[in-house]
């Protein structure tokens, strides 16, 4: 069994580096021939939460749902991965709770870094006050407190952040350690 | 390999059996140590579509959640069964174009005998104008033109129809013909 189930739920803030690292990481099991899916925004709300707006009621919802796709795919050997903002903390252990295996990694950053950054020139719209429910500014964001990876985004490249994501998963024995190349087999 | 992953998906009226088969074969998959996840009414109604009511848009999307949490599982190699009633016939198949691997099984009876048995009282008050968009009665229900099995559960027994089923993913290779027990041993 080169690996079991298990959920990778990304918490972050927008821009904060979730969804790179998710699709670098379902990337990365794809070429190891891991049973994978990612459950990101477009397909995400399209597929399961369509006509859901930002309200923490339709937050919520979003959320459990996708954690009750996640659950249903992890309990049967597919690694699920996961990137919505998910900013409320009991919301996300909740789904935790209903999981067996569970592995969140918070993507980290100071919100004015990516203000600044503002990749896709939602901050200033939010704090110009034309966003509504935007999370960290004009809507809560609520950081982990036991999360199992924080990737610090602001300061790791993104293959450091991938290392340590990867190495918590071999310690914890959710997958396999990469088989070194053999000098010449034997 | 025991099994590969599809989905088995039920339509057919309400009353006509759909979630006594679905149970049962999920309850027979288990016994066979099958990857097996049943998305049926009440588990579905409350993850993936509460706010939802009966009118066609909203079975439609209700239909189209299964649809895509049921393809998610078959393509990672979960035998996926659903009940719903699916009454639109368009809709059905477009969640079976989105499938590699989809077997429609048509749970089919008279809705005379299925009103006349009423086993929840529904179909008194459908034809009493009780009850709103009734498949079938205030409703329309669009049976299947070419499903891949057809069981008329008015005139076979639940082990009948269950025969069926399982002879034709047997048939056609879904999943392994039972091996008969042997005498002796080798």
Redesign the interface.
Known sequence: MPHKGFTLWFTGLSGAGKSTLANRLAQEFRQREY?V?LLDGDEVRT??S?GLGFSKEDRD?NV??IG??AR??SR???IAITAAISPYRDTRNEVRREHREFVEVYAEAPIEKLAERDVKGLYKKALAGEVKNFSGISDPYEPPLNAEVVVQTDRESVDESLDRILTYLEEKGFIDAEAPVAAGGY
């Open positions: 049973k899916e597929h399961l369509k919802t459990r749902r009750y796709v249903l795919l049967n050997g597919v």
